[in-house]
């Protein structure tokens, strides 16, 4: 069964700049979310999306956005990119299951971005 | 007060030790718990999730969990050096699947 995955694996963008990561979650999984990681912030939670609908959202400003597609594989755009931006995104999949022994959410390899 | 806390190490322990990493959490409302395992320059890899008071056993692992004082903990049994990485104790709320995440302890195991 293949994992999440994630595109592309590495990128470099100059301020001022956009950028798309693309994640396909695990067959079967209709849940994908969106975090990201710093050194200095962890990981920190950007959104969900369930079945095309954004289902929860982090607090983070308006240029992080995302959307899921009827193959449940999801997009996230950062747009206007900044220094700080700089982070490891990471995407995870979840089954989605209202039985709490089937709520694992498993992690792609994640994007690495460095903006310069 | 961060929603989940750990203590940030490194924790150190001889080879063939017990590891035992600690997380508290401020939501009382928490559902379900998870441990996550993390080497340097990788993604989050699940270990265990715990949802019901008391343990859990898999392998070498053990979760516990103590929803009245509010604390998850993740035993380590026999450690070996390729467990030192970074683990991550996550919390989930409410609904859907969004995740709070403690900072993480480094364990290191050492020869």
């Known amino acids: 069964k293949a994992g999440v995955t994630q595109t592309p694996r590495y990128l470099i963008k100059t301020r001022g700049q956009q950028v798309t990561l693309s994640c396909s979650p695990i067959s079967g999984h209709r849940s994908v979310s969106w975090y990201q990681q710093t050194p200095g912030q962890g990981l920190q939670f950007l959104f969900e999306?369930?079945?095309?609908?954004?289902?929860n959202k982090g607090n983070f400003p308006g240029r992080f956005s995302g959307r899921q597609f009827s193959n449940s594989r999801s997009e996230m755009n950062v747009s206007t990119l900044e220094l700080g931006d700089s982070a490891l995104y990471l995407c995870?999949?979840?089954?989605?299951?209202?039985?709490?022994?089937?709520?694992?959410?498993?992690f792609g390899q994640g994007t690495r971005l460095t903006v310069v | 007060q961060k929603e989940v806390e750990q203590n940030s190490g490194p924790l150190s322990v001889p080879e063939g030790a017990i590891a035992s990493l600690n997380c508290t959490y401020s939501?009382?409302?928490?559902?379900?718990f998870f441990w996550y395992r993390q080497y340097s320059g990788k993604s989050p890899e699940l270990i265990m999730f715990?949802?019901?008071?008391g343990d859990k056993e898999d392998g070498r692992f053990t979760a516990q969990l103590n929803k009245a004082s509010q604390y998850v903990s993740l035993l380590i049994r026999d450690s070996q050096p390729s467990d030192s990485a970074t683990y991550l104790c996550?919390?989930?709320?409410?609904?859907?699947?969004?995740?709070?995440f403690g900072t993480g302890t480094q364990l290191k195991v050492e020869l």
């Open positions: 939501d009382r409302g928490s559902q379900s």
């Open positions: 715990i949802y019901s008071n």
């Open positions: 999306y369930f079945s095309e609908t954004q289902r």
């Open positions: 995870a999949s979840s089954l989605d299951s209202r039985s709490p022994g089937n709520t694992e959410a498993f």
């Open positions: 996550a919390v989930k709320q409410g609904g859907g699947n969004k995740l709070t």
